[in-house]
């Protein structure tokens, strides 16, 4: 089975950069979609296909993939991004989608 | 803009079945997959698995002998059934549907805590 590796916290200041990795063996070969969970909330997809922003999320989200790693980073970095964030893939052998473990982001 | 609601009992005891429908409206049920999720307290997202109106359900592996999912596109509905529940599936339940491209997932609901407990 395909595993997604993403640390479990980050934590930046409030108007800095947060870069969320989300490893997996070549994972450079498949399409990576970021999720933002709140408690309470739905889910809510922040990046699709690597690096496309659905309409209705700020630009300050984007999305990079290459190698083993792929990467969401936030910029200018606010109190509500304080979120869990999770990769997921789509794994075509047996069309199944696997998600990583999920990083819980800490503005500080 | 499609909305998802889930809707179930939030208590089912150990040994018995958990139900869950998934009510779509703002949009069609036809075309798309709809997959179900869930997240057990201080854990993370599992994929459970996915149906649509026009093909075999996937399901994941480790729960592929437990489960059934199903469309009724009468009532714009998607369900889920687990047996042989234990403790171990207390989660909150997401409904999702996929994006009809690269395969993620482009609308949620809000989720139904559902706790196995007697």
């Known amino acids: 089975s395909y595993v997604l590796t993403q640390p479990p916290s980050v934590s930046v200041a409030p108007g800095q950069t947060a870069r969320l990795t989300c490893g997996g063996d070549n994972i450079q070969t498949k399409m990576v979609h970021w999720y933002q969970l709140r408690p309470g909330q739905a889910p809510v997809r922040v990046i699709y296909d690597d690096a496309d922003r659905p309409s209705g999320v700020p630009d300050r989200f984007s999305g990079s993939n290459s190698g083993d790693t792929a990467t969401l980073t936030i910029s200018r970095v606010e109190a509500g991004d304080e979120a869990d964030y999770y990769c997921q893939v789509w794994l075509v052998t047996d069309n199944h989608r696997v998600f990583g473990g999920g990083t819980k982001l800490t503005v500080l | 803009q499609v909305q998802l609601r889930e809707s179930g009992p939030g208590l089912v005891r150990p040994s018995e079945t958990l139900s869950l429908t998934c009510t779509v409206s703002?949009?069609?049920?036809?075309?798309?997959?709809w997959s179900w999720i869930r997240q057990p307290p201080g854990k993370g997202l599992e994929w459970i698995g996915h149906?649509?109106?026009?093909?075999?359900?996937n399901y994941s592996a480790s729960l592929k002998s437990r489960l059934t999912m199903s469309v009724d596109r009468s009532r714009n509905q998607v369900s889920l059934s687990l047996t042989s529940v234990t403790a171990a599936d207390t989660a909150i339940y997401f409904c999702?549907?996929?994006?009809?491209?690269?395969?993620?997932?482009?609308?949620w609901g809000l989720g139904t805590l559902v706790t196995v407990s007697a």
């Open positions: 999702a549907r996929d994006s009809l491209r690269s395969h993620h997932f482009d609308s």
């Open positions: 149906v649509s109106t026009s093909g075999s359900p």
């Open positions: 703002g949009g069609p049920i036809s075309t798309y997959f």
